[in-house]
């Protein structure tokens, strides 16, 4: 789950075309996704002819590698066809044992014995959930598609199934007489409320028209992340000629030839949307034609009117929630989401984002002022357009703070940055990473470290993989191969995870170089990383990041807070070359420019995060084109045509692919958490250990096992104060 709305996880894609929610079972969303995939990579080694299951699968056997890591090195694509069915077998028995058992249900029969079903399905997926991020084709990707429904039906028919649901609502209305604790009340509250939430109390023919309902779902939902990914492959902005070139770093210019040498076009420079490749153009290009060029393939995706349009896709999908919605009683898609978050209701979301809007436009518009101050200056006979906002806010940068973001790159080389990330895990709470050469890798590229308690004794295993593939798709998430569960018993399970990001590569002699932002990202990835790997919890439903999806991302946003800070640039913000650590100057220019643009960044995040919440409240299916509704709604709330919302309807994966619709402001709501839980630490001291092992033992350790805000007093002694968010952004 990344920072940057564009970083998200692969498997958020497939949530909301299943019609999960944060309470469905965790395992339950990965084996849908896996589904599509496995079955496609299996189809593609086999050209088409179904597979034949071998002795040998490694999935068929526990795995002979340290920790029990994925042995990747006798992984082969014609493992996964059969695992997988065999996995969807197995299951099927599991669930039909629970639903049709002739015993009187039980917590231990019926809800622990559905919270263990589909071991099979999880091993082989949470394997390749993870390799389709990073190592994608098209095979696969045609494959999900066919099969889409076939999934959907398949958890339709565990989500509806009657018998089942029987024997867990007699569990759940006995609950007050089984004396259980605090974890197994509530996965045993969420299990309930799942099924519910799924279908299962609706009459005869709504669950026929919900099942019609998911199907469609389902297949848009992947049409519609397949246009965007095929939209974004797509655009190229080819240059031959040098002087196009002109105010580009060196670096930028070299990994631009990189890329045109990799696309078949040597001898010229290929910048892409991706945003390692676009936004330095942007920062640097002095051709504003080509700035505009660029800027406008990225936010014309999926609204070219061509084969990937996502334009009606959008639509549909908006008044197929609707009649969701309703067909469980609620006026609209956001009441039935935002139950199960912090925020309970719409209006207590919008309310936040109103809130912030109010304080954030304003500075929006004088940041206007100052860019066109620079325009006028230099002789320009234009006003400041969107895809001049990133070049002239440079130059306001340079001018107001005498900083340029190229004077900090060499002392943010990537080894000393995420050693810089495992200082600061060591400093709280005394763990250390050993790098592992033993371990079997997914890709050559990936970077294995053991996360060891400070006794030395185990806690997990870490898979980093920092730099774009062409089969790796965008932003940065943390994921893992195996989740922690059965904390104090003798079978405890220890996590896998790994951080999936897309940073600056090196070029040539020069080492990976990361802006600042980059290394925001790197720390913010890092944070739900420690999430998983600090879980405490006995069951794999509730554990690491199963958690409300306006809380999540307090975790890694928290950790963001102490990249720049003096004592932290200290420990790892060192010359690539000589070792050096960055000087004080500099440190004084990162501080002094701290809340630079962030009139900008908040508009631009707080107009995606409100046309999402416009979308989920509508009671009545849209009739107009979403481009048209996304045009009126924007104008309506004051934004300036400078600034685009940082998603446009037709490629708003976020909302439309993933599993934030009616969500995308958790980011600001985990905003308000984040800057409120580092005050805990800025009113002690940076490295704080009785304050962090307040945060580990309250917040980080504990999963989905209690209500968010209880564990958030837990550790800080009261509500989040939203002061301490609007002080970091300048907004007061």
Known sequence: MGKNPSKDRVFLLFWRSNNFNINTKPNKVKKTFLYLLVAGMAFTACDGKKSEQKTDNPFFAEYNTPHQTPPFDLIKFEHFEPAFMKGMEEGRAEIDAIANSKEAPTFENTILAYEKSGALLDKVGNVFYNIKGSENNDSIAALAKRLSPITTKYYGDISLNENLFKRIKTVYEQKDQLELSVEEQTMLEKIY??????????????????????????????????????????FELVIDKKEDLAGLPAGVVAAAAETAKAKGKEGKWVFTTQKPSMLPFLQYADKRELRKKLYMGYVNRGNNNNEYDNKEIAKKLVNLRIQRAKLFGYNNYAEYVLEKNMAKTPEKAFELLNKLWKAALPNAKKEVKEMQKIINKEGGKFKLASWDWWYYADKVK???????????????????????????????????FIERN??????????????????GSHIGIFYMDFHPRTSKRGGAWMSSFRKQSGFGTDKEVTPIIMNICNFTKAVGDTPALLTPDEVETLFHEFGHALHGFFSKCKYNYLSGTSVARDFVELPSQVMENWCFEPEMLAIYAKHYKTGEVIPAELVKKIQDAGKFNQGFATVEYLAASMLDMKYHTLTEELTEDVMTFEKNYLEGLGLIPEIYSRYRSTYFNHIFAGGYSAGYYAYIWAGVLDTDAFQAFKETNLFDKQTAKLFRDNVLSRGGTEDPMKLYKQFRGAEPSIEPLLNKRGLK
């Open 193 to 234: 409320q799942g099924f519910v939430r799924g279908g299962a109390n609706l009459p005869a023919d709504k669950k026929e028209k919900l099942r019609a309902i998911d199907s469609e779902i389902s297949s848009l939902t992947l049409q519609f992340g397949e246009n965007v990914l095929n939209e974004t492959n797509a």
């Open 398 to 432: 340079k001018a107001k703070y005498n900083l340029d973001e190229e004077e900090l790159r060499p002392y943010f080389e990537i080894n000393n940055v995420r050693e810089g990330a495992f200082a600061l895990a060591n400093k709280l709470w005394g763990v250390k």
């Open 438 to 455: 033993d371990i079997p890798k997914f890709n050559p590229e990936n970077q294995v470290f053991e996360m060891q308690e400070a006794d």
